[in-house]
């Protein structure tokens, strides 16, 4: 809800509120547990130390506009022909109910001197304790370059200290959870990439240092973008912490000319009055009914990558797809190797024509033999990237990111894509069109990218510093068209493992591929920081064999593989071709265990009960969305003699109900189960068990 009282706006969630008061520019009052906003009118007066400071008002901007007055991180930053300075001057509100989730707020400013006019728009979702934030800048003046874009500001309450949760990686080590304190000063996270990145995501969280899984205050956000962005962390000598997202102003510029507007990403915030779990499900909760494109159940899926690599053979790949079938895979996936003459990284990439040599009667042969064995049927494809050895760059070699006269940077020996230049946008979009046009039975994509954005250049230096945020907005336009051309095609986001993923790309993506590596083990401290940020609606996570090489690094049991990867979205990456007949009737079981329980895991409440970073007892507890089925994942990492593993005590349950654990006879109340726990039985090195409990009564 959204009311005003004189000079106060008071934004109010279900459990929280945030107050701003307006004058010539946008304070923020509060942010916290609700409150009588109202009551806040005493708290607007004139703060000063001394005359050698700025007004100590400005600190808790909420957009801070670029005039030389404040020294803090600024939000919009403009060089004019003649000046830099921006006078935005307060014109007006407006308050709509855009649905029964969502209310807007918007202010409108206009630059004193020029007819450059900002929108800044506040959204908020009630029910979900969420309120998300962004600017369109609209210039109907002269020309002028923006140098600072950023979609928001949002000031803490004063606390004794401040700790940030946030998230690092790197290629198959992604999502690892971090925490570090602010002192007086900026701390930042970003990606200069051209992509989301693996070694930071743009999410956050912060707390007093005392908050965990059950307690404490929480106050979250994440940035939906996925280039180069920037989320700051600054605390000033005053005490006033402010966090500053949008936008990275690196290597960035922005010309506006007359009668053009630009926005900015959405940036998405949120308060939690109990802990880091709580934060999780409300943001879940969120992403499911908000930003992700559709509710469906997510398919098990076979991948046939390890298998054969780029050898993709109709033969080799029907074989794999007959025994997938066997062990219950719904939708059977055809990885790199498929096209042009593409026989390892070093040729092909660009040439989306299917290899006759691999398919001699056309794809329509495997697909339809897929279609027979009761599966779906998806392809892999990098449309962003092209080897140097290839028919596209020998025709078009002026597509890709290139400084003049200079030779690009290779990476996996392949260049980049200028995806904002018209004409390759079209071909991308062409090709992609035909391909899913003459093969309708085509139900998922694995869109792949494998090389970050180097030697950004078209030619023209006025327009280069542009071409970052062009990327994203051409990818969006694309991955948008298609989805609307084509909406009984699941879409999933693939970069380098985890590089891609955000709420801004995850407005069109059903699931995500968060990590290159598969082991089971490793993979649960990726899984667990994924969760914190991201529902594990869109996480895949695929059963494999162990590597070549590494060959002891995958050895866990089987069923410690498939409960690691039952977590999220079920695949298998395994080569399947070398099972026995008994290791496919393990994974058959396994398969069917999961589609039994897939809905409650991927649109259920989660709750992390013991974390892997902290303990050789790992696990995780999902409750369906009726409260009738609960599903606890646990794992032990090491065995030690003699020490016993504790009690799971569990969370989230009716304290008077009682839950059937299955395969025994006896009930338990909630208050029992959530004070005194279960115990796993786990015993011995990567040992796991999935525990089922019924509510009763």
Same mark, same amino acid.
């Given at each position: 809800?959204?009311?005003?009282?004189?000079?106060?706006?008071?934004? #109010?969630?279900?459990?929280?509120?945030?107050?701003?008061?307006?004058?010539?520019?946008? /304070?923020?009052?509060?942010?916290?547990?609700?409150?009588?906003?109202?009551?806040?009118?005493?708290?607007?007066?004139?703060?000063?130390?001394?005359?050698?400071?700025?007004?100590?008002?400005?600190?808790?901007?909420?957009?801070?506009?670029?005039?030389?007055?404040?020294?803090?991180?600024?939000?919009?930053?403009?060089?004019?022909?003649?000046?830099?300075?921006?006078?935005?001057?307060?014109?007006?509100?407006?308050?709509?109910?855009?649905?029964?989730?969502?209310?807007?707020?918007?202010?409108?400013?206009?630059?004193?001197?020029?007819?450059?006019?900002?929108?800044?728009?506040?959204?908020?979702?009630?029910?979900?304790?969420?309120?998300?934030?962004?600017?369109?800048?609209?210039?109907? =003046?002269?020309?002028?370059?923006?140098?600072?874009?950023?979609?928001?500001?949002?000031?803490?309450?004063? @606390?004794?200290?401040?700790?940030?949760?946030?998230?690092? =990686?790197?290629?198959?080590?992604?999502?690892?959870?971090?925490?570090?304190?602010?002192?007086?000063?900026?701390?930042?996270? $970003?990606?200069?990439?051209?992509?989301?990145?693996?070694?930071?995501?743009?999410?956050?969280?912060?707390?007093?240092?005392?908050?965990?899984?059950?307690?404490?205050?929480?106050?979250?956000?994440?940035?939906?973008?996925?280039?180069?962005?920037?989320?700051?962390?600054?605390?000033?000598? +005053?005490?006033?912490?402010?966090?500053?997202?949008?936008?990275?102003?690196?290597?960035?510029?922005?010309?506006?000319?007359?009668?053009?507007?630009?926005?900015?990403?959405?940036? #998405?915030?949120?308060?939690?009055?109990? =802990?880091?779990? !709580?934060?999780?499900?409300?943001?879940?909760?969120?992403?499911?009914?908000?930003?992700?494109?559709?509710?469906?159940?997510?398919?098990?899926?076979?991948?046939?990558?390890?298998?054969?690599?780029?050898?993709?053979?109709?033969?080799? !790949?029907?074989?794999?797809?007959?025994?997938?079938?066997?062990? =219950?895979?719904?939708?059977?996936?055809?990885?790199?190797?498929?096209?042009?003459?593409?026989?390892?990284?070093?040729?092909?990439?660009?040439? &989306? +024509?299917?290899?006759?040599?691999?398919?001699?009667?056309?794809?329509?042969?495997?697909?339809?033999?897929?279609?027979?064995?009761?599966?779906?049927?998806?392809? &892999?494809?990098?449309?962003?990237?092209?080897?140097?050895?290839?028919?596209?760059?020998?025709?078009?070699?002026?597509?890709?990111?290139?400084?003049?006269?200079?030779?690009?940077?290779?990476?996996?020996?392949?260049?980049? *894509?200028?995806?904002?230049?018209?004409?390759?946008?079209?071909?991308?979009?062409?090709?992609?069109?035909?391909?899913?046009?003459?093969?309708?039975?085509?139900?998922?994509?694995?869109?792949?990218?494998?090389?970050?954005?180097?030697?950004?250049?078209?030619?023209?230096?006025?327009?280069?510093?542009?071409?970052?945020?062009?990327?994203?907005?051409?990818?969006?336009?694309? &991955?948008?068209?298609?989805?609307?051309?084509?909406?009984?095609?699941?879409?999933?986001?693939?970069?380098?493992?985890?590089?891609?993923?955000? %709420?801004?790309?995850?407005? +069109?993506?059903?699931?995500?591929?968060?990590?290159?590596?598969?082991?089971?083990?490793?993979?649960?401290?990726?899984?667990?920081?994924?969760? +914190?940020?991201?529902?594990?609606?869109?996480?895949?996570?695929?059963? #494999?064999?162990?590597?070549?090489?590494?060959?002891?690094?995958?050895?866990?049991?089987?069923?410690?593989?498939?409960?690691?990867?039952?977590?999220?979205?079920?695949?298998?990456?395994?080569?399947?071709?070398?099972?026995?007949?008994?290791?496919?009737?393990?994974?058959?079981?396994?398969?069917?265990?999961?589609?039994?329980?897939?809905?409650?895991? !991927?649109?259920?409440?989660?709750?992390?009960?013991?974390?892997?970073?902290?303990?050789? @007892?790992?696990?995780?507890?999902?409750?369906? $969305?009726?409260? /009738?089925?609960?599903?606890?994942?646990?794992?032990?990492?090491?065995?030690?003699?003699?020490?016993?593993?504790?009690?799971?005590?569990?969370?989230? *349950?009716?304290?008077?109900?009682?839950?059937?654990?299955?395969?025994?006879?006896? /009930? *338990?109340?909630?208050?029992?189960?959530?004070?005194?726990? %279960?115990?796993?039985?786990?015993?011995?090195?990567?040992?796991?068990?999935?525990?089922?409990?019924?509510?009763?009564?």
């Amino acid at each position: 809800m959204i009311t005003k009282h004189n000079d106060l706006f008071h934004l #109010t969630t279900r459990n929280s509120s945030y107050v701003i008061h307006q004058s010539n520019f946008l /304070q923020n009052l509060y942010w916290g547990g609700k409150i009588h906003g109202e009551d806040l009118s005493y708290f607007v007066k004139q703060r000063s130390h001394s005359s050698f400071d700025a007004n100590i008002n400005l600190e808790r901007d909420e957009y801070h506009f670029w005039n030389s007055y404040s020294y803090l991180e600024s939000c919009l930053k403009v060089n004019y022909a003649d000046t830099r300075k921006l006078d935005m001057v307060y014109l007006e509100h407006s308050i709509e109910t855009v649905n029964k989730d969502m209310e807007r707020l918007t202010f409108r400013f206009k630059n004193s001197y020029s007819d450059l006019y900002v929108n800044l728009i506040y959204e908020v979702y009630e029910e979900y304790d969420m309120i998300s934030r962004r600017a369109e800048i609209q210039n109907e =003046g002269e020309e002028v370059i923006l140098e600072n874009l950023r979609s928001a500001s949002v000031s803490l309450p004063k @606390l004794d200290q401040y700790r940030v949760k946030y998230l690092t =990686g790197k290629w198959a080590g992604e999502s690892q959870m971090n925490d570090h304190y602010l002192t007086t000063g900026a701390f930042a996270i $970003q990606s200069r990439s051209g992509n989301t990145g693996p070694h930071y995501n743009p999410s956050f969280a912060l707390d007093n240092g005392s908050a965990d899984e059950t307690s404490g205050e929480v106050w979250f956000g994440l940035l939906g973008y996925s280039s180069n962005w920037q989320i700051i962390f600054e605390k000033t000598i +005053y005490n006033n912490v402010k966090i500053t997202g949008g936008i990275s102003n690196f290597d960035f510029s922005y010309r506006l000319r007359k009668g053009e507007s630009i926005s900015t990403p959405v940036m #998405t915030f949120g308060y939690s009055s109990a =802990g880091y779990g !709580q934060m999780s499900r409300k943001l879940h909760s969120f992403e499911v009914d908000h930003i992700f494109p559709r509710r469906k159940l997510g398919r098990v899926l076979y991948n046939s990558w390890e298998a054969t690599l780029f050898d993709v053979r109709v033969d080799s !790949q029907k074989e794999l797809a007959k025994r997938a079938a066997q062990i =219950g895979v719904e939708l059977f996936v055809i990885d790199d190797g498929w096209f042009g003459q593409r026989h390892s990284d070093r040729a092909g990439l660009g040439d &989306w +024509y299917v290899n006759k040599e691999k398919f001699p009667k056309g794809l329509g042969e495997l697909i339809d033999y897929v279609k027979s064995l009761g599966m779906d049927f998806g392809i &892999w494809v990098e449309p962003e990237a092209v080897n140097p050895d290839s028919d596209l760059y020998r025709a078009h070699p002026d597509w890709i990111y290139r400084f003049k006269d200079q030779e690009p940077l290779q990476a996996r020996n392949q260049y980049t *894509l200028n995806i904002s230049k018209k004409e390759v946008k079209e071909f991308i979009l062409e090709f992609m069109t035909d391909l899913l046009s003459k093969h309708q039975d085509i139900t998922f994509v694995k869109w792949d990218m494998n090389k970050s954005l180097t030697d950004v250049s078209c030619g023209d230096t006025a327009q280069d510093k542009e071409l970052w945020y062009k990327h994203a907005e051409a990818l969006y336009e694309i &991955w948008a068209t298609l989805r609307q051309k084509f909406p009984h095609v699941d879409f999933e986001v693939c970069s380098g493992g985890g590089a891609r993923i955000d %709420l801004g790309i995850l407005q +069109y993506a059903d699931q995500c591929w968060p990590s290159d590596n598969t082991d089971a083990y490793e993979r649960l401290f990726i899984q667990e920081g994924f969760s +914190y940020f991201y529902a594990p609606r869109i996480m895949t996570a695929w059963v #494999t064999d162990a590597s070549s090489h590494t060959p002891n690094k995958y050895e866990r049991p089987y069923s410690y593989r498939f409960h690691s990867s039952m977590m999220g979205g079920l695949g298998i990456g395994a080569n399947i071709s070398k099972f026995s007949d008994e290791v496919l009737a393990e994974f058959k079981k396994y398969i069917e265990l999961y589609k039994e329980i897939r809905e409650t895991v !991927q649109y259920g409440k989660l709750y992390r009960l013991s974390s892997v970073r902290e303990s050789t @007892l790992h696990a995780v507890e999902y409750i369906s $969305q009726d409260d /009738q089925d609960v599903l606890v994942f646990a794992f032990r990492q090491g065995y030690q003699f003699g020490k016993e593993m504790p009690n799971l005590k569990l969370q989230g *349950l009716d304290p008077e109900a009682l839950y059937q654990l299955e395969g025994e006879e006896k /009930q *338990l109340h909630g208050s029992t189960l959530m004070r005194v726990g %279960l115990e796993t039985d786990l015993s011995g090195d990567f040992d796991s068990r999935l525990l089922r409990l019924k509510r009763i009564h």
